[in-house]
């Protein structure tokens, strides 16, 4: 599924394809292309440190899932193609307007809907469950209803007239077909169960975001060291793609340079780095469907006065939210703490300056529940991830945002990463 970001710079790919001739990778690289830098060139991989999530893992989760269910009066979720379903059963499928579906009830034997021509890769999926010993598998072909198969699995389960938790990502057109073939049954959101297992991170998951933060790390510091004045931010696209190349996992990024930065996410407008410019970097990398989230800012020469105050700013309302970040704290309570610090040193009020939530949960969605925002009393618990991120954003200037991801654990919380220390020296190298 495309992200938010690959999104926001879709219209700039095109571009970025053109640019990346004199950065092809080594492996590639021949008389006809520049080698590169040497920065992107050292980096190695560290996909063999990824061990991926095994089947024992997931059948956990699904005994887990269904403890939820049973907490919350839901007596059957519906999962379809999405990191929900990866998460509980292994299964990578593409979103499409075929329904593919798995129904996990409280009680009883899961059930797999697909279509007939799709029986043979469902089963090779099955083998990632922990479900692929007998699993139940419903077939439609194409002119047949997908939506009739789960209501007849449902009545088979004596749940027709159940409480149905549909994930929150399922598309309407799915979820409404199948409220119109199980009428009986009602029909309710399953994020209180799909979220509340997610959100908790096993120490396998924490490790897998530990060596995505790793991997995003070294190939931000690798680019950073290999930028010059007039590249474009195509230019440093393409140094991280090389760099996510080399270490072995996948990776996007957004790059906002001088008064694009005074918007969170940049623009689309093409930029060029010149001495002095604020540059912003911004994402992360996959590593066995587990993200990371980090951003630096930075620049290139000397820093005005002004930036070296928003940066001092920044950085102390990011290690107030470490401080705030405990088991028992509310979401909204750690957000309220940077914004003080924000407000506190002349750029507030509210949201004028620091435009938006200080955190987001994260797992194998870059942003998934719960949300470090006003407004959201969840407490707190030991294992949850969060990013780390207050930003200042200048208008027709520039924005300045640090972001880290944050543990939290039994007593507090801890970055996986170290922050950084200046706006000229954003690694801690120099």
Not at 358 to 373: F, S
Request: with cysteine.
């Amino acid at each position: 599924m495309i992200s938010r970001r690959r999104f926001l710079h879709s219209t700039t790919t095109a571009a970025s394809v053109a640019a990346f001739s004199h950065l092809a990778s080594a492996s590639e690289a021949s008389s006809d292309c520049k080698p590169l830098p040497p920065a992107i060139a050292k980096l190695q991989s560290l996909k063999d440190q990824a061990q991926p999530i095994t089947p024992q893992e997931r059948t956990e989760r699904q005994e887990k899932v269904r403890q939820l269910m049973k907490q919350n009066g839901i007596d059957a979720v519906v999962l379809m193609p999405g990191t929900s379903l990866r998460y509980f059963t292994g299964v990578e499928w593409w979103e499409s307007e075929r329904a593919l579906a798995i129904v996990l009830p409280a009680k009883g034997t899961p059930f797999f809907v697909c279509p007939a021509f799709e029986q043979g890769r469902t089963q090779e999926q099955l083998a990632k469950s922990g479900l692929a010993s007998g699993a139940d598998i419903r077939v439609w072909q194409e002119d047949e209803s997908p939506y009739q198969r789960i209501a007849q699995g449902l009545r088979d389960s004596g749940i027709s007239a159940g409480t149905i938790g549909i994930e929150e990502t399922v598309r309407f057109v799915f979820s409404d077909a199948i409220a119109k073939a199980a009428p009986q049954a009602k029909i309710v959101s399953a994020t209180p169960v799909t979220a509340g297992c997610r959100m908790i991170k096993s120490a396998h998951e924490i490790a897998l975001m530990r060596l995505a933060c790793k991997a995003t790390m070294s190939v931000y510091e690798a680019t950073f060291k290999s930028l010059q004045p007039g590249m474009t931010d195509s230019d440093i696209r393409n140094l991280v793609h090389s760099g996510y190349e080399r270490v072995g996992f996948q990776g996007d990024v957004i790059v906002a340079i001088a008064e694009n930065s005074g918007s969170p996410h940049g623009s689309t407008v093409p930029q060029v780095i010149r001495e002095g410019s604020i540059i912003l970097i911004d994402d992360g990398c996959d590593v066995e469907g587990y993200t990371s989230d980090i951003t630096r800012t930075f620049v290139l020469g000397k820093p005005t006065d002004k930036m070296k105050t928003v940066f001092d700013v920044v950085h102390r309302a990011q290690s107030a939210v470490l401080v705030a970040a405990r088991p028992g704290m509310s979401c909204e309570s750690v957000d309220a703490a940077a914004r003080k610090v924000i407000t506190d040193a002349g750029f507030g009020p509210d949201y004028k300056y620091f435009t938006h939530r200080v955190g987001h949960g994260m797992g194998m969605d870059i942003h998934e529940w719960p949300y470090l925002v006003r407004g959201n009393a969840t407490r707190l618990q030991a294992n949850m991830m969060f990013s780390d991120e207050p930003g200042i954003y200048i208008s027709g200037e520039f924005g300045i945002r640090l972001e880290d991801d944050m543990h939290i654990t039994e007593n507090g919380a801890e970055l996986l990463t170290t922050q950084s220390p200046s706006l000229t020296d954003p690694f801690g190298t120099a």
